[in-house]
């Protein structure tokens, strides 16, 4: 090694002073966003979002207004407010991650996120038209990623975008997406549907249940008894064969595939199950699925078979 080139190397060494050291704000905005976290998971809303907001200023101070670590607790923050039901102010916020993301985007699935977010808000408040624009700029985001393509995020654009073409009456485009969806819910569950018990991959299986259960109403809708019997049956057994069944799900299908048997003049087993599905969500301590949809079922059973006396107090009971 030559003096010039070993001087040049000790040029590049900096003194132990000079190299950066952990900032204890970044500590700090990483306290508060775990406790928000916290008291979200509690839907304490109005105590998470002063703290998600203190990490924010701590963010942004750092950082200042444009960065992807601002841009992610803008996000956290939108999603506070749209647990609280402030859907204006989450709109802002959600709007000002995704303008962020586009600016300084650190990947793209930062950016696909920061998409199915607005939709997802936009369509909890039924604002489907613009729902679809966003999904589908999502989805474009997704098919070209190498790494992570077929995630769960993709999953869901699938499942959203089904849903919004089953709403505009469209069923042909919904049942190819939620197919699509099915496929890839399929990859992450590596085919396994039952009693998983890692949280990622169990949040995969709920996904995927869900999509079986929707795809089940959709052929309900079109008439297509056979398919959506099937789909229907197997979406019971799972739910019931979880280590931790949920009574709602189970509820939900049931009375799903009770008003199956019912169009189809099968009356004493739309009966049994629908009576099911009641006792389950009448059950103390249940949070409860809607019971007057159950209610409803029942009683227009009754009603297509002539038992006038058995409908009309049930049908009363869903105006309460």
């Given at each position: 090694m030559t003096l010039v080139s070993a001087i040049a190397i000790l040029s590049d060494i900096q003194p132990i002073s000079a190299v950066p050291k952990p900032d204890p704000n970044w500590a700090e905005a990483h306290r508060l966003e775990d406790r928000a976290e916290e008291l979200k998971l509690e839907e304490k809303y109005s105590e998470a979002i002063p703290l998600a907001q203190r990490a924010l200023a701590i963010w942004e101070n750092e950082f200042g207004k444009v960065h992807h670590r601002v841009a992610?607790?803008?996000?956290?923050?939108?999603?506070?407010y749209q647990g609280q039901g402030n859907y204006a102010q989450a709109e802002l916020l959600l709007k000002r991650a995704l303008a962020i993301r586009e600016k300084v985007p650190r990947g793209e699935s930062d950016l696909r996120r920061s998409l199915i977010n607005l939709a997802s808000l936009y369509r909890e408040r039924g604002n489907y038209t613009q729902v679809e624009p966003l999904l589908q700029r999502a989805l474009a985001v997704s098919e070209k990623l190498t790494v992570g393509k077929e995630d769960r995020d993709f999953a869901q654009i699938l499942d959203d975008l089904a849903l919004i073409y089953y709403l505009q009456g469209n069923y042909t485009q919904a049942e190819s997406f939620y197919q699509r969806s099915l496929a890839v819910s399929d990859k992450l569950t590596n085919g396994n549907e039952f009693n998983l018990s890692i949280q990622a991959a169990d949040l995969d299986a709920i996904n995927k249940i869900n999509t079986l259960n929707n795809l089940a109403t959709l052929y309900l809708v079109q008439r297509k008894y056979s398919q959506a019997e099937s789909l229907l049956k197997r979406t019971l057994a799972i739910r019931e064969d979880r280590a931790k069944p949920n009574s709602n799900d189970i509820a939900q299908t049931l009375n799903?595939?009770?008003?199956?048997?019912?169009?189809?003049?099968?009356?004493?087993?739309?009966?049994?199950?629908?009576?099911?599905?009641?006792?389950?969500?009448?059950?103390?301590?249940?949070?409860?699925?809607?019971?007057?949809?159950?209610?409803?079922?029942?009683?227009?059973?009754?009603?297509?078979?002539?038992?006038?006396?058995?409908?009309?107090?049930?049908?009363?009971?869903?105006?309460?």
């Open positions: 992610s607790s803008v996000n956290y923050l939108a999603l506070l799903s595939l009770g008003v199956l048997y019912s169009k189809q003049g099968q009356f004493s087993q739309a009966e049994l199950l629908l009576n099911r599905a009641l006792k389950l969500v009448e059950t103390p301590g249940q949070v409860k699925f809607n019971s007057a949809v159950i209610l409803n079922s029942l009683g227009l059973l009754y009603q297509a078979q002539g038992k006038y006396d058995q409908a009309e107090p049930l049908l009363q009971r869903t105006l309460m």
